[in-house]
């Protein structure tokens, strides 16, 4: 859901570049308010943005079990304030992730969990996702059982002759949760202002081409697109070789590491045809 806002932003952010660089009298208009009447709307909406998103953040961790006969196992489930739920914070507690997604590295839930069972493993590996996603528990809750509707508890009834030994109830356990500091100041990244370049290297300048983007040229012969992208996880600067950003040089969470690469790809790029090289040290650089 975040994500979606943040590119449905950053979309329309270039399409009030693209017109701009469509329409000779733009920058004139601008000069005249126009372009600084249109940032403070572009403001204005963020902040209804950000908003709706700290609105709409989970509050309640769920650990839901299945039926005993329904493959067993646990689910994650976090939910904000009115019960609704997002299909990235419904996680399988019981079951590796896809191949290349990041899994507890203890692997503490596929060992000490029997499916039915409601052990301290699936609390352990619930709280590990949780961090990744950017949550804590609230200040002095702890997971507690919650019952469900009247026809769910009828059938969990049934059920309990099934269930392990020592492990019949609860079913489902909550806790109430809240953002880490680190996600709070993530949306503040992605809904407001672009961050400002460092200084660029002799010989180089940029030029805003979207609402998080640059056009970087260097002695007037040779252009780049950089590229910022607010992360829960870390931001992430992209240097591009072409305007449509189709084909990645390097990657960096800082700017002025990519920038730094500036005068060697213009000059791999005389020397080579092409200013693409795989450096054994610094940003991330893709052939």
Known sequence: MLALAVNAVAQQREEVAKSAARDPGARARGAEGGEPQMAAAMTERLERMRAGQLAALPTVAEIRMAYPLASGGATLQLMSAEGSTMERHMIRLTERGAAGQENNPAGIHLGPITDGANTDGLKIAARWHLTRLGFNHARGTA??????????????????????????WPHTVRVAIV?????????????????????????????????????????????????????????VWTLYADIGRTKSLAHADKAAEILALIPDLDAEAQGHGGPERTAETGPTRRR
């Open 143 to 168: 997971w507690a059982p919650h019952a469900g509707s009247a026809t769910s508890e009828t059938q969990w009834k049934q059920w309990t002759p099934m269930l392990p030994e020592g492990h019949r």
């Open 179 to 235: 953002p880490t500091s680190e996600h709070l100041a993530y949306i503040d990244r992605a809904f407001g202002p672009a961050p400002k370049l460092p200084d660029l290297p002799a010989s180089a300048s940029a030029q805003p081409s979207g609402p998080r983007s640059w056009q970087i040229s260097y002695a007037n012969r040779r252009f780049w697109q950089l590229c910022y992208r607010a992360g829960l996880g870390g931001d």
